[in-house]
């Protein structure tokens, strides 16, 4: 494998030389490996093969990334003493065409990017200060790309977070019952489908016309945020779903897993909570960035956002479940499922904090 990635790593214009490459992450989307080089003053790198049965365009998705970083990285340029190749992320193009990807002999596409040195990363938060810090870090990256210019950028994965399409392609594996597992999680179906009319309000919100839609990045979970060696929120990371959306799904996504108390697929549901002061923290953080730039109705619903959120993923894991495992990588049989049903638990916990979170909001903004 290693003489395979040295191969592939060799067709980008990189410094140094090879000196290992090791999976790296805990992602559950692509393939990511850390490439060593072997001299000191040259950058390590991240070479990622990505997932082309999820992603089905990776040429107008790397051009995303490309508009994107270029984006941000002449925003960071301007900031007096900012660090660009530790805040943002810095594709490495093929030598051959100078292209920001190169599909390999078997079919495959890859990319590379400067491996952001030093940095931390967390599943778990056990901070406020590490929450609000995050909480900043997302908000400032919307704020950056409030005014980039050019065409709206290509949907990379159609419909993501449209919870009415989430929805129906669970109703869709329910009917198929590929695996035989519907009879297993009767219980879960019911308690999904019963949510499913009032998670459509954002949606509905967005289609009269009355929240925007903007650049968003759609993937907020907390260890796509990448911390500096003392806790300082450094860069945003995983641009592969920077797309038009609502800032809910931005917000709610990062409260997911920022509030949570135990892990995304923690099998003991009495150790799932949403915490609050957890939830205080980041929600500082991002107004802090982006309470000038949002609507009225726009932070009327952040309250509601998480909910939306973990349920739109709990309904994703449970639809991959019934559908036999086929969208996210799991490590044991059951694990999406064992993934929807912490979801469904941390959905129960936000219902019951939800008028918490409003008055939260509220304080924060007056
Ligand atoms: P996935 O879509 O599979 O989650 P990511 O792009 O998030 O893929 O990458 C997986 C992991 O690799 C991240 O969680 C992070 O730990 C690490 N990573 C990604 N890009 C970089 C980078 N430029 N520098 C350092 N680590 C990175
Ligand atoms: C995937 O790529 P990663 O692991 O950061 C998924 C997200 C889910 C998340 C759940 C493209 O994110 O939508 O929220 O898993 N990404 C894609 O952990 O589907
Ligand atoms: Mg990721």
Redesign the pocket.
């Known amino acids: 494998m290693n003489v395979e990635l040295k191969n592939i790593f060799d067709l980008f214009d990189h410094e140094g030389t090879f000196l290992s490459g090791e999976l790296?992450?805990?992602?559950?989307?692509?393939d990511?490996y850390r490439i060593q080089t072997a001299e000191c003053d040259s950058d390590d790198y991240?070479l990622?093969k990505l997932n082309n049965s999820i992603f089905k365009n990776i040429p107008q998705l790397q051009k995303n990334i490309e508009r994107v970083t270029r984006h941000l990285n002449n925003r960071l340029s301007k900031i007096p003493g900012s660090d660009v190749k530790r805040e943002c992320?810095t594709l490495i193009p093929a030598k051959a065409d100078g292209k920001s990807w190169i599909v390999d002999s078997n079919g495959n596409f890859w990319r590379m990017?400067?491996?952001?040195s030093g940095?931390r990363?967390y599943n778990i938060v056990d901070s406020p200060v590490k929450a609000f810090e995050g909480g900043k870090a997302i908000g400032r990256f919307q704020a950056m790309l409030v005014d980039m210019s050019g065409e709206p950028l290509t949907e990379t994965i159609p419909r993501f977070h449209d919870i009415e399409n989430r929805i129906n392609m669970l109703i869709d594996r329910i009917r198929e019952n590929p695996c035989n597992r519907v009879c297993e999680v009767e219980e879960e179906i019911k308690e999904y489908l019963d949510r499913g009319e009032e998670m459509k309000t954002i949606l509905k919100l967005g289609k009269a016309g009355i929240i925007p839609l903007r650049i968003t990045h759609n993937d907020t979970k907390f260890?796509?945020i990448?911390f500096d060696e003392n806790d300082r929120a450094l860069c945003v990371?995983?641009l592969?779903t920077v797309m038009p959306g609502y800032v809910h799904y931005d917000f709610g996504d990062a409260i997911r897993t920022v509030t949570n108390t135990a892990s995304e697929d923690e099998k003991d549901l009495s150790k799932i909570e949403m915490n609050i002061e957890l939830f205080e923290a980041y929600t500082g953080g991002y107004l802090s960035e982006t309470g000038n730039t949002l609507n009225e109705v726009e932070k009327e619903y952040l309250a509601f956002a998480p909910k939306l959120i973990t349920y739109t993923m709990g309904i994703r894991f449970l639809t991959d479940y019934i559908d036999g495992d086929n969208y996210y990588k799991i490590h044991h049989p059951h694990h999406n499922l064992q993934r929807s049903r912490a979801q469904l638990k941390l959905v129960k916990s936000m219902e019951q904090q939800h008028s918490a979170m409003k008055k939260i909001i509220e304080k924060i903004i007056n």
């Open positions: 790296f992450g805990s992602g559950h989307i692509n990511t991240i990622q992320l990017y400067i491996f952001i940095h990363s260890n796509n990448l990371i995983d592969d």
